[in-house]
């Protein structure tokens, strides 16, 4: 399991399920927790027109510092990338968590606003 294996997968349920014809694609939300938020980030920013919905909790945002642990997330900027997701979002963070600081919330909260 790697960031690049997580976000390959994520892409081929979202091609996947527009296609199915009980899904209403115009309310396609997605949801992502810590590698997952990281992962989601990544692929939202492709999909930015095809979803409509983001809840992020505690999302591992930093992706090169992760990589030893998650593999390798490339250069890829992941708040470069939720800067294409034109749409509110919502970020869930706990003010005591050691493994994803909330000192990464607070930019996120200067940057998106």
Known sequence: MTVETEASDLKAVLNDIQQLPYVDSSKIALFGQSMGG??????????????????????ALEGVSCSGRWGA???????ALLDR?????????????????VDLWKR????FG
């Open 73 to 79: 997330a490339g250069e890829t900027d992941p708040t």
């Open 108 to 111: 996120l909260k200067e940057q």
């Open 38 to 59: 990281l992962v989601t980030a990544i692929v939202v920013g492709e999909y930015h027109d095809s979803v409509s919905a983001l809840i992020l909790q505690a999302p």
């Open 85 to 101: 997701y034109q749409k509110p979002f919502l970020v869930l963070w706990g003010t005591e968590d050691e493994s994803v600081p």
